[in-house]
T-cell receptor, first 110, second 114 residues
Framework: GQQVMQIPQYQHVQEGEDFTTYCNSS?????IQWYKQRPGGHPVFLIQ?????EVKKQKRLTFQFGEAKKNSSLHITATQTTDVGTYFC??????????FGTGTSLTVIP | ETGVTQTPRHLVMGMTNKKSLKCEQH?????MYWYKQSAKKPLELMFV???????ENNSVPSRFSPECPNSSHLFLHLHTLQPEDSALYLC?????????????FGAGTRLSVL
């Protein structure tokens, strides 16, 4: 079956360091969405990318969608304690079946 | 406040109990979802409803029974659950079920099965 894997599963960084999570799908995705779930909270939508090779920025966050539309990345520059949480990629395959990635849990050490 | 409300927030039940989880969305969306989130596991999509019709059922045990009486309400009826069913159950809604729209999540119901 389809899988959407994210690496790393866990990441601890010192505040101010950069962070990157990678998302890889076994099949082509129509679009890629990123969600953030704070500890004890629920997933909250961050951004959606649709086009092959698309790059979008939100302040310190940079999102990229791969050329083959099977992978994506989220990069955070100069992490802050407010960045703590689990980051999920998600998206539908060409059959409109929606999958969430396995998630990357980010801990920021002050 | 995301516009998706789930009740109860916490639920403890025995294996022989019958309970229901409720989800209500105030966003005018046509699709609603149930997800299960266990510790150290990815979000597992359980059911998808579009315009009150079930469009996806991902091999979920029959002890979980969904109900969607209208596009604003979604229930998950629980009976004879197992301890491994303890998890956070999240409801979400989106404009439609195509996967091309943002999903808005409720705060979830933390379920413990004793």
């Amino acid at each position: 079956g389809q899988q959407v894997m994210q690496i790393p599963q866990y990441q601890h960084v010192q505040e101010g360091e950069d962070f990157t999570t990678y998302c890889n799908s076994s099949t082509t995705l129509s679009n890629i969405q990123w969600y953030k779930q704070r500890p004890g909270g629920h997933p909250v939508f961050l951004i959606q990318l649709v086009k092959s090779g698309e790059v979008k920025k939100q302040k310190r966050l940079t999102f990229q969608f791969g050329e083959a539309k099977k992978n994506s990345s989220l990069h955070i520059t100069a992490t802050q304690t407010t960045d703590v949480g689990t980051y999920f990629c998600a998206g539908p395959n060409t059959g409109n079946q929606f999958y969430f990635g396995t998630g990357t849990s980010l801990t920021v050490i002050p | 406040e995301t516009g998706v409300t789930q009740t109860p927030r916490h639920l403890v039940m025995g294996m022989t109990n019958k309970k229901s989880l409720k989800c209500e969305q105030h966003l005018g969306h046509n699709a609603m979802y149930w997800y299960k989130q266990s510790a150290k596991k990815p979000l597992e999509l359980m059911f998808v409803y579009s315009l009150e019709e079930r469009v996806e059922n991902n091999s979920v045990p029959s002890r979980f029974s969904p109900e969607c009486p209208n596009s604003s309400h979604l229930f998950l009826h629980l009976h004879t659950l197992q301890p491994e069913d303890s998890a956070l159950y999240l409801c979400a809604s989106s404009q439609d079920s195509s996967g091309r729209n943002i999903q808005y999540f409720g705060a979830g119901t933390r379920l413990s099965v004793l």
